[in-house]
């Protein structure tokens, strides 16, 4: 869960934090912004709005917890927010629908990023044996 927390704080960072940039949603916004329709940027920046509302707790457990280890949340004397598993999967749910937007506008094609689905039996090895074969043939069945 926590690399999903800090996947989605990493996303939807500011564009610029301590004078440096982010790869955040909203530092390609900004460099992509004048390709974009004016209702589509206005559609994607109330939609990373939203997404900081729902994300809060979730910055909380990056700050304090993940990235920081605040003392007073580590020794348990100041319980963190919790992360409603409606807010995450409303986060998730929102992020796809902002990349799907962005896609279609810059790609004039249409993805959907949720997670994939994988058979039962399937693991890391199998998916990276598919991943050789596809790339050249005959690879991925010497290991």
Known sequence: MDD????????TDPAKSNGK?????????????ATLND????DLKRKLAR?????????DHRRRRIAHLDLRYAGEAEALPPVLHRDLDDSLELLNSVMRDLHVALFDASTDYK????AYGCDGDY????????????????E
């Open 39 to 42: 209702q589509l940027r206005k």
């Open 4 to 11: 999903v927390f800090l996947t989605l704080c990493r996303l």
């Open 115 to 118: 997670e994939p689905a994988i």
């Open 21 to 33: 940039k982010n790869l955040s949603l909203r530092y390609f916004l900004g460099a992509v912004g």
């Open 127 to 142: 998916l990276l044996s598919v991943l050789r074969e596809a790339h050249e043939p005959g690879l991925g069945d010497k």
């Open 51 to 59: 997404l900081d509302n729902l994300t809060k707790s979730v910055r």
